[in-house]
């Protein structure tokens, strides 16, 4: 590619794109240009075009333009990188339309022979749904992070309790989500304010935390033990994996989580 300064015209020329695509962009603040000169022309680098393409292909997977945004105001990463997770995405997409299409398939040789019905279409319906469900999570987690946590759940579950919490998984929501995030975030940042403030494990407030946290433990197992010593290993064999080999990086320090096992402790010394 050329260095330097591009005008708008030239650039869009160059990335394929029109000028009111690019303006587009601009005014929703996805791709603002590089300089405006004094005379107000909009210049674009190559830097830009990098950007551009990324927007494209989020925007081709369905990720809205706030969504867009906060992706490309995260740590940067090399073009290799950026290609890279999105062939993967895109790899992830192409696998949920193939199993769409074999549903719909399915269902069309079902009605070359008078044998479709009501639950033809249903199930159908029900690929599209599960495969909506499951694009969200895209949205949050790489597709490494998911590979990575499908592995310490087969090493940590038994297959029956893995089938249970997939059975779980398919009516599970992005607003689901959202909502038990916001409650452990509101943990983590409980722990940190009690740690800061020399609380005692066992006092009223640390304890009332634990319950929350026990709570929250008793909401994921369902209250069924096989899951809750799944769990357990999960996050014994998270723990024991190389820092940059866990899909999730610790909420609390050593201190904080120290604090947090301790009222732990008192709680369920407490509850007999």
Not at 44 to 55: C, F, K, R, S, W
Not at 107 to 117: A, R, S, V
Not at 120 to 125: F, H, M, P, T
Not at 217 to 232: E, K, M, V
Request: include cysteine; aromatic fraction near 8%; glycine fraction near 4%.
């Amino acid at each position: 590619m050329d260095r330097g300064f591009y005008p708008a015209g030239q650039f869009a020329r160059k990335a394929a794109v029109s000028i009111r695509t690019l303006r587009y962009y601009d005014q929703e603040g996805l791709l603002p240009p590089s300089r405006v000169t004094a005379a107000g022309y909009r210049l674009y680098t190559d830097a830009d075009l990098m950007n551009l393409q990324q927007i494209l292909a989020l925007k081709f997977l369905g990720f809205s333009l706030e969504e867009i945004k906060a992706l490309l105001r995260a740590e940067p990463h090399s073009l290799a990188d950026v290609l890279a997770q999105q062939k993967a995405m895109m790899r992830a997409k192409r696998t949920q339309l193939d199993g769409i299409i074999q549903a719909i398939e399915q269902t069309e040789q079902l009605l070359q022979t008078g044998t479709c019905d009501w639950d033809s279409l249903v199930n159908v319906i029900q690929v599209i749904q599960m495969d909506q469900n499951k694009e969200w999570v895209s949205k949050y987690l790489t597709p490494e992070q998911q590979q990575q946590m499908q592995r310490l759940s087969e090493q940590s579950y038994s297959e029956a309790d893995r089938e249970k919490l997939a059975a779980r998984a398919q009516a599970w929501t992005e607003a689901d989500q959202q909502q038990i995030s916001a409650q452990w975030a509101a943990i983590w940042d409980t722990a940190k304010r009690l740690t800061a403030a020399g609380a005692d494990p066992a006092g009223p407030e640390a304890q009332a935390l634990a319950q929350q946290h026990n709570d929250l433990i008793a909401a994921f197992t369902g209250g069924d033990p096989d899951i809750r010593s799944g769990l357990q290993r999960w996050w014994q064999n998270h723990d024991a994996l190389p820092a940059q080999q866990r899909p999730f990086q610790a909420p609390l320090t050593a201190t904080e989580q120290a604090f947090l096992d301790q009222a732990l402790a008192a709680y369920r010394q407490r509850q007999g």
